[in-house]
């Protein structure tokens, strides 16, 4: 299984980047999560097998939007009104199989595979 990040870059604040996730073959609820320098990996946005169910974090809600294309096997976390804060290393992570397909942790210990991340800096 190989996830492929992408669409990273360096912004300004309040501008908009789209980040991409490649998954071919999975069926999988899949989440976004990042680390910023000198700080714990945190949980961003999950969204379920079929798209049905999403959530985001507090810290994120309003402003980013998950979605997913099957057809493309991709995932995609637009992001606007970005901010110095959402300067981090952002992951794709594909969820450990599932049944329901409304099942969409938001635990990093809940996603199985991971993708190699991709930098997201937000200058002032």
């Known amino acids: 299984v190989q996830l492929q990040a992408s669409g990273g870059g360096l912004v300004q604040a309040g501008d908009s980047l789209r980040l991409s996730c490649t998954a071919v073959?999975?069926?999988?609820?899949m989440g976004w999560f990042r680390q910023a320098p000198g700080k714990e990996r945190e949980f961003v946005s999950v969204?379920?097998?079929?798209?049905?169910?999403?959530s985001y974090s507090d810290s994120v809600k309003g402003r980013f939007t998950i979605s997913r294309d099957d057809t493309e096997a991709a995932v995609y976390l637009q992001m606007n009104h970005l901010k110095p804060d959402d300067t981090a290393v952002y992951y794709c992570?594909?969820?450990?199989?599932?049944?329901?397909?409304?099942?969409?942790?938001?635990?990093?210990?809940?996603?199985?595979?991971w993708g190699q991340g991709t930098l997201v800096t937000v200058s002032s």
């Open positions: 992570a594909a969820a450990f199989a599932n049944a329901r397909t409304f099942y969409a942790p938001v635990q990093d210990t809940a996603h199985a595979y």
């Open positions: 073959g999975l069926d999988r609820a």
């Open positions: 969204i379920s097998r079929r798209g049905g169910v999403t």
